[in-house]
């Protein structure tokens, strides 16, 4: 069983940064990829971005890409977001996620560990 534990979370300005950070409690298959999802207050859950475990391949949801980077340790048991320029819709719990492929950590259903989530609150 591997647990995720998510920190960096705040409550920060419109247009400051912030990092948020993941550690995974070991290494398996389904740590492969690890990656970041939010919930914002009456909102489905959203894929923000993952990447594999030596960080060759990433990916960023769209609309973020430019203001969101996402990274991972070497030996790979942490997983980063950079999040720069934060708009007030960029307030939600943002959950660390584990999966053993990219099209797997993409779909909620499919994701094999999830963290307990790290409040992000952006004010105007």
């Known amino acids: 069983q591997i647990q995720l534990a998510e920190s960096g979370g705040g409550t920060v300005q419109a247009g400051d940064s912030l990092i948020l950070s993941c550690r995974a409690s070991g290494r398996s298959r389904s740590t492969v990829f690890m990656g970041w999802w939010r919930q914002a207050p009456g909102k489905d859950r959203e894929f923000v971005a993952a990447?594999?475990?030596?960080?060759?391949?990433?990916v960023v949801k769209a609309s973020e890409k430019g203001r969101f980077t996402i990274s991972r340790d070497n030996p790979g048991n942490i997983v980063s977001l950079q999040m720069n320029n934060l708009k007030p819709d960029d307030t939600a719990v943002y959950y660390c996620?584990?999966?053993?492929?990219?099209?797997?950590?993409?779909?909620?259903?499919?994701?094999?560990?999830w963290g307990k989530g790290t409040l992000v609150t952006v004010s105007s």
């Open positions: 990447t594999s475990w030596d960080g060759g391949l990433s």
């Open positions: 996620a584990a999966a053993g492929a990219l099209d797997r950590i993409r779909v909620p259903t499919s994701v094999d560990y």
